[in-house]
């Protein structure tokens, strides 16, 4: 049995979301094994050769879904390995996440609602602005941004299905964020993602960032929004939907922390109840 295929049969044995089964075949497609070959020495071998031509971090989910591959064959039975000890370990540098300040958070809301030009939809003065708040309140994602509903808030409860995931997640919405998604025009169910489309957004937001005179990506929103939580004693974590507590490390920007821990962000952050 190939690996590909291996893939396949694991994929549906947990019922993998679309994501995970491509990162899954991108990786297998790099490596002309069979199931047999799922070996500790040979994911070892592996390991060590990638190091020499990827990052530590694409490395270390490496050995993640190889070491689950392996574990989901050796439990089907497909593959027997005598050898006891664990796969070799990967080290990656420590994480410095950078996220805006809330003097840039609000300095980009403000060019928002200037911003010219428009969508097939809509102006970008409408979206955008609101966009930026309610990611920046949220902490959610890009692609889940996009496909909230208007449907999935209940008073100020936005509850949705985080897509990387597949998990139930709630986030809480201030009057501000209600106040900007209601100014919207309304073309569809999706709230943002029927009146900028996923390509228009990256383009146009980049834009944004420029004409503000800020460097970064839509990302810097996540991590603000996780860096503001933390100040506000939140915790990082569950607020950005995750449930591995050490994740909070890759997007709380310590150096914002340490100049402020009792900072109150100029936008309503929201408040867990």
Request: glycine share 6%; proline share 5%; net charge positive.
């Amino acid at each position: 049995m190939s690996l590909l295929d291996l893939v396949d049969l694991y994929c549906v044995h947990v019922a993998a979301s679309l994501g995970y089964r491509w990162q899954l075949t991108v990786l297998v497609r790099r490596l002309p094994w069979n199931v047999a070959d799922l070996t500790v020495p040979k994911i070892d071998a592996y390991l060590t050769t990638a190091l020499q031509k990827l990052a530590p971090a694409t490395v270390q989910n490496h050995r993640r879904m190889l070491g689950t591959l392996r574990k989901f064959a050796i439990r089907e039975g497909l593959v027997v390995d005598q050898c006891t000890r664990p796969i070799r370990r990967v080290k990656t540098p420590c994480p410095n996440p950078i996220a805006w300040t809330q003097a840039e958070i609000a300095h980009l809301v403000s060019v928002a609602r200037e911003m010219p030009g428009r969508t097939a939809y809509c102006a970008l003065s409408e979206v955008l602005p609101a966009y930026v708040i309610v990611a920046y309140t949220t902490g959610l994602r890009a692609g889940d941004m996009l496909a909230i509903r208007h449907d999935q808030i209940r008073g100020d409860r936005l509850s949705l299905v985080i897509r990387k995931t597949n998990t139930p997640h709630v986030a809480v919405l201030t009057a501000q964020c209600l106040a900007a998604i209601r100014e919207l025009p309304r073309r569809g169910g999706r709230i943002f993602g029927d009146l900028i489309p996923e390509r228009q957004l990256s383009r146009h937001f980049r834009r944004l960032v420029l004409r503000a005179g800020m460097a970064g990506s839509s990302k810097f929103l996540r991590r603000s929004s996780a860096t503001f939580a933390e100040l506000n004693g939140i915790d990082a974590t569950g607020h950005l939907g995750h449930r591995t507590a050490q994740m909070k490390r890759h997007y709380v920007d310590m150096a914002i922390m340490s100049q402020n821990r009792r900072a109150v962000p100029p936008l309503e952050l929201l408040h867990h109840s």
